[in-house]
């Protein structure tokens, strides 16, 4: 596995970017490292929480989401998932704390899957190839073009429709 310092995810040797970011900068984790280990709902975060201050884990939560007050103020909105960071050196004895206390079951092998930015973790398996230069250029160059005459469709139309008002209201 593979280690993005940005994302603080674990990535398949395979993969040349992070799923997430698509950093190249990836490198081999150390020990020290924090990692993603999961995602959970607020009911299992206390589950999670309690457990691994019993069993003296160093772990650190982060809220995903846009973030906001807490659940029990205003009801539970959508975006209350919390992601748990531990380090790289205790991944495996955190992964056993949670099949311990029913948050994960043995088939849950591979846990701290990176979620992607509108939160699923769908990513796919192989990295996305590399576009070369003079194609990148061309589709941002098209990409551009594009952009300019659909603004000036909107601005065409709009004027159009303002004239359109302006000839109905004075008559």
């Known amino acids: 596995m593979l280690y993005c310092s940005k994302c ?3 990535v398949k040797d395979e ?3 992070c799923p997430v ?4 900068k990836l490198r081999t984790p150390e020990q020290d490292d924090p990692v993603l280990l999961m995602t959970a709902s607020e009911e299992k975060a206390g589950m999670i929480r309690a457990a691994f201050r019993d069993k003296g884990v160093v772990f650190e939560e982060r809220s995903r989401g846009i973030g906001g007050p807490p659940s029990t103020i205003v009801g539970k909105p959508s975006n209350t998932d919390i992601n748990f960071f531990v380090r790289y050196g205790e991944l495996h004895a955190c992964e056993d704390i949670l099949r311990g206390i029913g948050i994960l079951d043995a088939s849950d092998a591979e846990l701290h899957k990176p979620a992607d930015k509108t939160g699923s973790t769908d990513i796919p398996e192989s990295a996305p190839e590399e576009m070369s230069a003079g194609k990148r250029f061309f589709i941002r160059a098209v990409s551009a073009i ?3 005459f659909l603004v000036w469709g909107v601005v065409a139309f709009a004027d159009w429709a303002a004239e359109a008002l302006k000839a109905f209201f004075t008559r």
């Open 21 to 24: 970011c698509s950093s190249k």
């Open 8 to 10: 603080q995810l674990l």
């Open 146 to 148: 594009v952009f300019i």
């Open 15 to 17: 993969m040349r970017r």
